[in-house]
Structure formats: C-alpha cells, structure tokens
C-alpha cells in the first residue's frame, strides 16, 4: 500500500498558484518526500523531492510540514501544460527498494 | 540523445501467447524497472534491477519475469498472458539508486485477448 494519501483531483485556474495536497502521517525519519507528475500517458517525470527543508526549483516548491507528516507541491504560475496526475510518494533516498506510487491528484487547469 | 526505449508501443496478443517487452538505456544506468498502470490503481512496480544480474520483486511481479544479463537492456517476460495483464507498461532507469533522476519510457500498451 502506498504510505501517502492524496485528493484525487483538483482544479486550478491558468497563471494562479497550484497547490497540492499529501497526507503522510507514517513518515519515517529518514524517508523523503519525492513528487512526479505524469502527462496524458506519457511517463513519469521528476519534480522535486525533499526530507525536511522547504525546497524550490524551476519546476515547482516543496512545503513540508514541521511534523513531516504532510507537505504541499505548489506550481507557482500553472499553466494549461501542467494539467496531469501528480504523484506524491515517500522513500529512503539511495536505498534499494521498490517504489510505491499511490493513485495520485489529477490536477486540471482551467483556462 | 539520452533515452529508455520500449518495444513494441502496442501489442495486441491472446491468451497464453508468450511475449516480451523490451526496454533498452543507453545512459550506463545501474537501477531498472517496470511499472504496470491501470485505471484508478496509478503506477504499481512489478520488478526492478539494481544492476547485472540483480533483480528483485516489486508490487506486483505475480505473471512476469525479468532478466538483466547487460546494463542497457532489462526486458519484461510475459510467460502465459491473461487478460488481467491488459495494461500501460512503463520501463525506467536511473544512474544510482537516488530516484530523483529516473527517467521513464514512452509506454507500451498491452491488449491480451
């Protein structure tokens, strides 16, 4: 079972803020939290990840709470290209392990 | 040009049909896997490969086997497909075992009849 909950879907409105929600109540202190975004079929793509610490890229920025046990993925300006199913998912970073994705957010951009 | 190539893109079969998907990178990545996606299950990891020879079960590896006899190449074995196996498949690889970089292929598509 994957160890984060997510809304299934969400809408935003083009060039506003996205931000999105994850639930990760059972974090461990050494797991981080990874999100990935898939477009329409295509596969996977990395966004960011992070174990405590905000975090920002080009991409997007990473919120995690003090108690680790949530965080949100925020698109600062979303655009109709971001429209996908965005993926939250926690694991020990440089472990050999299988992955876990849950089901995701879809996230819809409103024009 | 870095990529993860999947052959074929769609595949149409029937029951019991042996088949392979294969999946090439021509990064010199250690860490291989596939994934299955079905409608409202997202992504779920049937095996991965930690490098030359190592493989290990992931999520779902229940009706497929894998081999990794060399680095760039790491294909999917359907020994006897059932239509539950009706899915996208997705390969990916990454240069160590930090996921942050995995890259994914295009996807295969899987009819089995």
């Known amino acids: 079972d994957a160890k984060t909950t997510q809304p299934p879907s969400m809408d935003c409105a083009e060039g506003r803020a996205a931000n999105l929600p994850c639930n990760h109540s059972?974090?461990?202190?050494?797991?981080?939290v990874y999100w990935y975004r898939q477009i329409h079929s295509q596969g996977p793509q990395y966004i960011i990840h992070g174990l405590k610490n905000n975090e920002t890229n080009e991409m997007a920025s990473l919120i995690i709470t003090e108690d680790r046990k949530s965080s949100t993925l925020i698109l600062p300006h979303a655009t109709l290209r971001d429209t996908a199913v965005y993926y939250c998912?926690?694991?020990?970073?440089?472990?050999?392990?299988?992955?876990?994705f849950g089901k995701g957010t879809r996230l819809h951009i409103l024009p | 040009e870095a990529q993860v190539t999947q052959n074929p893109r769609y595949l149409i079969t029937v029951t019991g049909k042996k088949l392979t998907v294969t999946c090439s990178q021509n990064?010199?990545?250690?860490?291989m896997s596939w994934y299955r996606q079905d409608p409202g299950l997202g992504l779920r990891q049937i095996y991965y490969s930690m490098n030359v020879e190592v493989t290990d079960k992931g999520d779902v590896p229940e009706g497929y086997k894998v081999s990794r006899k060399e680095k760039r190449n790491f294909p999917l074995i359907l020994e006897s497909p059932s239509p539950n196996q009706t899915s996208l498949y997705f390969c990916?690889?990454?240069?160590?075992?930090?996921?942050?970089?995995?890259?994914f292929g295009p996807g295969t598509r899987l009819l089995v009849l």
């Open positions: 998912i926690v694991r020990v970073a440089s472990r050999d392990d299988k992955i876990i």
């Open positions: 059972t974090i461990s202190g050494n797991e981080y």
């Open positions: 990064m010199n990545h250690e860490y």
């Open positions: 990916a690889s990454s240069p160590t075992r930090d996921y942050e970089t995995q890259y």
